[in-house]
């Protein structure tokens, strides 16, 4: 089975909050991870990939656990525009079709 | 930036109809997608598509569906009988599979069944 599970939300946050996401994923054998976001009626679009050790992009860290088969995104100094929904996603060996979360909601607000 | 483009963006159509979704992949990309989002809930893969063959489908692709990559650079879904549950985005996606990682979704055309 290929399930990845995610907290649907929504999470209603201050601007200049600090807000993580967390996902669980069921099939050990997933080897990419991913980070998306999705506006409203529109297509995903991919935030950042997930590595091992850990990685930040700017306001943005990824964490991946294996052992735990547990994957987070944590949004520093949140923004008005960083509202969408989040959706984690995870991949196999190969060039197979990526496996996606149903995705959390954030709403940012003024 | 290259872009995977999709047509129509919105189609209504009556139960029972066929459509056919258009998408126009990025040129130097070898992996074709298809994938829905029904309203509400988590985007589903359809279909792969590599070398002008299906390389994976999923239990949703049923026989009422089928792709087809007319020529060099079209990639097309059609269902050929829609039912009120094929109501969905539909979102066609591309990959470089030299490239760490190549994924491009295009921006969906929302098909509506009454």
């Known amino acids: 089975r290929k399930e990845v599970e995610q907290d649907p939300g929504p999470f209603n946050v201050p601007e200049g909050a600090t807000v993580a996401f967390n996902c669980t994923y069921s099939n050990s054998a997933s080897q990419s991870f991913f980070w998306y976001r999705q506006d409203c009626r529109k297509e995903p679009k991919l935030l950042m990939s997930v590595y091992s050790s850990g990685n930040e992009d700017g306001r943005f860290t990824a964490q991946l656990n294996r052992a735990s088969q547990y994957i987070s995104l944590l949004i520093r100094d949140s923004k008005l525009s960083d509202s969408a929904t989040y959706l984690c996603v995870v991949s196999f060996p190969g060039n197979t079709p990526l496996v996606f979360g149903k995705g959390t909601r954030l709403s940012v607000i003024a | 930036e290259p872009e995977v483009t999709q047509t129509p963006s919105h189609q209504v159509t009556q139960m029972g109809q066929e459509v056919i979704l258009r998408c126009v992949p990025i040129?130097?990309?070898?992996?074709f997608y298809w994938y829905r989002q029904i309203l509400g809930q988590k985007v589903e893969f359809l279909v792969s598509f590599y070398n002008n063959e299906i390389s994976e489908k999923s239990e949703i692709f049923d026989d009422q569906f089928s792709v087809e990559r007319p020529d060099g650079s079209n990639f097309t879904l059609k269902i050929r009988s829609t039912k009120l549950e094929d109501s969905a985005m539909y979102f066609c996606a591309s990959s470089d599979p030299t490239a760490n990682y190549g994924y491009t979704f295009g921006s969906g055309t929302r098909l509506t069944v009454v």
């Open positions: 040129s130097n990309h070898l992996y």
